[in-house]
C-alpha cells in the first residue's frame, strides 16, 4: 500500500486569523498553540482597533473585516500598504504578522 507521502517537501504551517471587530467592545478568544493558549484580543481605540496577542508558534495573517483601512501600524510604526498590508476591496484589510506584534487598524 502507497501512502499520500507526495506533498510539497517545503510545505509549512500558516495561521489565518479572521477578526470582525466591534465598534463598541472589546472582544477575546483563546488560541491553543500546542503547548498553551494565548489570548487574542481586539479593543476599540482611538476610532480604530489595537489587536493583542502573543508568540502563535506559526507564521500566517491578520485579516481584519472593516469598513475603511486609513492607518496601519505596528509597534507605533506605520505600515506600508502594498508592502506590509494589503486591503482587498472584497475583504478589507489583511496584514500579515509574525506572531509577537500584531497591527492596530483604523
Known amino acids: 500500500m502507497k501512502l499520500n507521502t507526495n506533498w510539497d517537501a517545503n510545505w509549512e504551517a500558516r ?32 476610532g480604530g482597533w489595537a489587536f493583542e496577542f502573543g508568540d502563535l508558534g506559526v507564521n500566517g495573517a491578520l485579516e481584519v473585516y472593516c ?15 502594498g508592502t506590509d498590508y494589503h ?11 509574525r506572531s509577537r506584534a500584531p497591527p492596530a487598524w483604523r
Open 15 to 46: 495561521l489565518r486569523i479572521e477578526v470582525f471587530p466591534s465598534a463598541q467592545r472589546e472582544s477575546q478568544f483563546a488560541y491553543f498553540t500546542g503547548t498553551g493558549v494565548q489570548v487574542i484580543k481586539s479593543t476599540p481605540k482611538n
Open 67 to 81: 469598513q475603511k483601512a486609513e492607518h496601519v501600524r505596528k509597534n507605533g510604526t506605520a505600515l506600508r500598504e
Open 87 to 97: 486591503v482587498d476591496a472584497r475583504k478589507l484589510g489583511r496584514s500579515r504578522f
